[in-house]
Each structure stands twice: as structure tokens, then as C-alpha cells.
């Protein structure tokens, strides 16, 4: 049974950081996608970062590029989102979700609907 678990979400300062982690347990990573994503009340679910775990290839869409780094733990079968620079836009509860669907993939996608195993989410609050 796949499981994916979310922690590291809190309240935080604009301008601060903040580090989640996507711990996962029934599935191996190392082999496949992941990709962190986020959820704003009345707005759509929109992918923040991805990692194509095999080729070691990420992206970011450009509203979060350069204050946000996605990396993996393969002895730990942990994905991590490194958040800095913190804005209150960035307040969501944020999700990680793999693709078990692919093995080995080159490049990695941010299409919710590339992933087929999600975390619970953990709330990010950015706010003075």
C-alpha cells in the first residue's frame, strides 16, 4: 500500500523559510516522479516543483523559481520542498504526490493529473 505523508507546514513570516517533507512508505521513489503542489481556498490545485527522481531533472513554474528546491532522500524515500523568501501568496496547503505510472521518466511534469498517489497536505500560512 502506497502512502504518502506530508509534514513540516506552519506559520511563517513573509520573507522566512520553511522545509516540507514527503515521506513515503509501500513504494520506492528513487525510481519515479514527484511533484509538490498547492491549494489556495477557491483557487485550483497548481504544481510548484517536481522531481524526476531517476535523472535527478526538476522544475518549477516561474512563480516560485529560485526561492524553491525540490530534493530527494533516497535512503530516507523522503522528498523535500525547500521554501524560501516567503510571500503571503505562497499560503496554501501544499500536497506531494508520485507518478507510479512511469518508471524512469527523463523529465518530470506539474499536470495534477500526471499523479495518481497524493499526501493528506500539510497548511502553509505565510503572514505577519
Known amino acids: 500500500q502506497v502512502q504518502l505523508v506530508e509534514s513540516g507546514g506552519g506559520l511563517v513570516q513573509p520573507g522566512g523559510s520553511l522545509t516540507l517533507s514527503c515521506e513515503a512508505s509501500g513504494f520506492p521513489l528513487e525510481y519515479y516522479a514527484v511533484g509538490w503542489f498547492r491549494q489556495a481556498p477557491g483557487k485550483e490545485r497548481e504544481g510548484v516543483a517536481c522531481?524526476?527522481?531517476?535523472?535527478?531533472?526538476?522544475y518549477y513554474p516561474d512563480s516560485v523559481k529560485g526561492r524553491f528546491t525540490i530534493s530527494t532522500n533516497n535512503a530516507k524515500n523522503t522528498v523535500y520542498l525547500q521554501m524560501s523568501s516567503l510571500k503571503p501568496d505562497d499560503t496554501a496547503v501544499y500536497y506531494c504526490?508520485?507518478?507510479?505510472?512511469?518508471?524512469?521518466?527523463?523529465?518530470?511534469?506539474?499536470?495534477?493529473?500526471?499523479?495518481?498517489?497524493w499526501g493528506q497536505g500539510t497548511q502553509v500560512t505565510v503572514s505577519s
Open positions: 522531481i524526476a527522481n531517476n535523472e535527478g531533472s526538476t
Open positions: 504526490a508520485v507518478d507510479s505510472q512511469r518508471a524512469r521518466v527523463r523529465f518530470c511534469l506539474l499536470g495534477p493529473s500526471e499523479y495518481d498517489y
